[in-house]
């Protein structure tokens, strides 16, 4: 009788670190990330959240240990063109188009259409589907980008402070469609340091990387 083998993870960081100007931001990170996963990312300002996200999105490269998706390292030409074909990034900058409209905005981004009004809907906007994106509050232009990533529709989703500028009902819906994009075997990595309910999500902490220094508040205490 053989055993079947284990899966594959779908991306696996190896002993991964990360240098900045001759700083190390990341040192020795070991992640194993299957279909259907989030991992949260949690750590004080300039602990490397970000930057663990950008270097999955490959716009910067490992100093040391390997990205492997699928097995292949993400670093070679080959199967870096695959594999940005699933990734979904979410930033704080959030690259919305003011002089299109909603519609096409998300039409025009890759050549796909058919999800956006959908999409715009469920994140609560359309009954502004006809606005310019610069008359947008910062809430609502945050839920415009939680739209497009239901309309791009990719397995891996990168997201940088996600729940920035939502309320309540957004940061809800936010939960909503990280489950729902989990449910059919979606990747979520989130980096954040405002609580998001995400279930069975593993959590990451990056520790600090210089020793805080007291403020005015510790001199109060």
């Known amino acids: 009788m053989s055993l079947r083998k284990a899966p594959l993870p779908r991306l696996l960081l190896n002993n991964v670190s990360c240098m900045r100007n001759a700083q190390t931001i990341l040192k020795n990170i070991n992640v194993s990330v299957h279909d259907g996963s989030a991992l949260v990312l949690t750590g004080a300002n300039g602990a490397g959240k970000s930057t663990f996200l950008r270097m999955?999105?490959?716009?910067?490269?490992?100093?040391?240990g390997e990205i492997l998706w699928?097995?292949?390292?993400?670093?070679?030409?080959?199967?870096?063109?695959?594999?940005?074909l699933q990734l979904n990034w979410l930033s704080l900058k959030d690259a919305i188009k003011d002089k299109l409209n909603n519609v096409?905005?998300?039409e025009l981004l890759e050549g796909k259409s058919g999800k956006a009004m959908d999409s715009l809907e469920l994140m609560g906007l359309g009954r502004l589907i006809n606005e310019k994106a610069r008359m947008l509050s910062m809430g609502q232009r945050k839920r415009l980008q939680l739209a497009r990533l239901l309309a791009i529709d990719r397995p891996i989703w990168l997201l940088d402070e996600p729940s920035v500028a939502l309320d309540a009902d957004g940061t809800?819906?936010?939960?909503?469609?990280?489950?729902?994009?989990?449910?059919?075997?979606?990747?979520?990595?989130?980096?954040?340091?405002?609580?998001?309910?995400i279930r069975d999500s593993m959590c990451l902490r990056l520790p600090q990387r210089f020793p805080r220094r007291k403020t005015m508040v510790d001199l109060l205490d």
């Open 56 to 64: 999955l999105a490959g716009f910067s490269r490992p100093s040391a």
């Open 70 to 84: 699928n097995g292949h390292d993400i670093t070679q030409s080959g199967v870096f063109q695959q594999y940005k």
């Open 104 to 106: 096409q905005w998300f």
């Open 172 to 197: 809800r819906l936010l939960e909503y469609i990280i489950s729902e994009h989990r449910n059919k075997g979606g990747i979520v990595f989130v980096a954040t340091h405002l609580p998001i309910e």
